[in-house]
């Protein structure tokens, strides 16, 4: 990475450029993002959003910062457990955050402790099940859509490493499943023919 990026985290990998116009992935600890948030505005970084994906491994909250003349975009990924999803506010730091985060809390759960305006932003306030949670059986485990949690030794503790190697076998295995299954559709209707 040619950034020099300074601040606590679990891990930091190169991102995709091609696909997702990211440079770097860095993932740290609920404790850890707002020392990441610190360097990054200290460095002229802005932030995007934040959105929250409810996984099989927990709560994935993801923080994306850009820049206005460096290249790439810059990930920030806090996962949380679901019996205590709160990550500490960074909207002290980015002004912006603190509607991003509201958004956040509102559709996923993640709560973000010492947000300056916790209010519901979009929905009822009466509304008790956050609208993006996912029943069990339609959570996707991290290795489906996080290469990096495959690639690199960061996931936080709650997260076995059990759990994501049997996640990333069970995806090749459906992988090639599914490519085995077109190749005799395929043959099938050439033969057909």
């Not at 990550?87 to 980015?94: C, L, M, Q």
């Not at 759960?109 to 009466?126: S, Y």
Request: hydrophobic share 45%; aromatic share 6%.
């Amino acid at each position: 990475m040619s950034r020099n990026l300074a601040f606590p985290k679990l891990c930091a990998i190169g991102g995709d450029m091609t696909h997702m116009g990211v440079s770097e992935i860095h993932h740290v600890k609920p404790s850890q993002i707002r020392g990441a948030a610190s360097v990054l505005l200290d460095k002229g970084w802005f932030i995007e959003t934040i959105v929250c994906l409810d996984m099989r491994e927990g709560l994935l909250t993801t923080y994306l910062f850009a820049h206005f003349s460096e290249p790439g975009r810059i990930l920030v990924r806090v996962l949380v457990d679901r019996e205590t999803p709160e990550i500490p506010s960074i909207a002290d730091i980015y002004q912006g955050a603190e509607w991003h985060e509201r958004e956040a809390m509102e559709l996923s759960g993640v709560r973000f402790t010492d947000n300056p305006n916790p209010l519901p932003l979009l929905l009822a306030e009466d509304q008790i099940e956050p609208p993006l949670a996912r029943a069990f059986d339609d959570r996707k485990p991290l290795s489906n859509i996080v290469d990096e949690f495959i690639k690199a030794e960061c996931w936080p503790a709650f997260v076995s490493r059990e759990e994501i190697e049997a996640a990333a076998a069970a995806k090749a295995e459906a992988e090639a499943k599914a490519t085995a299954e077109a190749a005799t559709a395929t043959n099938a209707k050439e033969d057909g023919q």
